[in-house]
C-alpha cells in the first residue's frame, strides 16, 4: 500500500475489458498489481511497470482497492471465496469491486462475507464493450453504500464516463442484466429482420441502409449488419456469456414475478446459437441459424455480383 492519498489499487482478471481497464488505471496515475489466471498478460503488465502476484489472495495483501473483472458467477465466487481467494487477504477499511456481470444474489453473499471482515464491496457492472474499455467511456453501474462508491470513484472516472450509484447492493448487477436482456431482443429484431427482408428479394446492404435511418434503427441493428455483411462474427464479446447474462436476467424476471416474453425468446435464441457452434463466436452470430433455417444468406447482391 502507498502512504500517501493515491490509493494502491488491484486488478484481477486482465481479459478483452479487464486489461484495457487496468491499463487506463496506470495511465491516471494509480499504483496497480494485477493477477490473471493466465500469466502471460501478467508478465506484459509486469513489463508495463504494474506490480504482479500471483492469486487474488496476493494482491489483496498488497491493495486498498481491489477490482475484479471475470466471466461467469462461479469464476467471481472462485476469485473472492475460493482457496487462496481475495477474502483470505482481506483487512478492514479495503474496498473490494466487482466488475463482471453477474446475478444480485452472487454479489449479496460475497459483501456480506466481506462486512465480517470490515470490507466495502461493490458491484459495479460494465457496459461500452471493447472500446469502451480501451477509450476510457465505460458505462459503470454501480450498487452499494454511498461512502464505498465515493472512494472508488476516482478510480471509476479513470475507467469510464457513464458512472451511477444505483442502489444497494445487488442495484448494479439487476440494472445491468436488463440491459443485457434488451440488447439482446433488439438483436433478435434485428436479425430476423435482415433474414426476412433478405428472403423477400431485398438486397442486405440496402435494407440496412433504409432500416438504420428509420424506426426499426438501433445499435443492436449496427451490429448484426455489419457482421452479416462482412460475414465476420469474431467476438469482442461470446455468444456464451451472452447467454449467460440474459439467463440470470430471465431468472431475476421469475423470481420478483416478472413476466419477460422477449427475453425468454432471446435466452433461447442464444442457446441454439451454442447448440450450432458459435458460443465462442460474437452474439450476432445466431444469425447463421436463422439463415440456415429460411435458406438464405445476409451478404450484399452487388458484393456478390462483383
Known sequence: ???????????????????PMARNLMKAGFNVVVHNRSRAIVNTFAGEGAATAS?????AEQVDILFTCVGFPADVERVYLGENGAIEGARAGQIFCDTSTVGPDTHKKIA???????????D????????????????IMVGGAQAHFDRARPALDAMGKNIHLVGPTGAGAAIKLVNQMMNLICTMGAIEGLVL???AGIDPALAYEILRTSSGASRSLDGVAQSALSRNFEP????????????LAVSMGRELGVRLLSGSLAEQMMQEARGAGYGKKAPASALQVHERLAGVEVTSKKSNDA
Open 124 to 139: 459495479a457492472p460494465i457496459s461500452g464493450g471493447t472500446g469502451g474499455a480501451r477509450d476510457g467511456t465505460l458505462t
Open 1 to 19: 500500500m502507498t502512504s500517501s492519498n493515491t490509493p494502491t489499487l488491484g486488478f484481477i482478471g486482465l481479459g478483452q475489458m479487464g486489461a
Open 112 to 122: 456480506a462475507l466481506l462486512a465480517e471482515r470490515g470490507v466495502g464491496y461493490l
Open 55 to 59: 492469486s487474488p489472495r496476493e494482491t
Open 197 to 199: 427482408a433478405t428472403k
Open 236 to 247: 469482442g464479446f461470446t455468444a456464451d456469456l451472452m447467454h449467460k447474462d440474459v439467463s
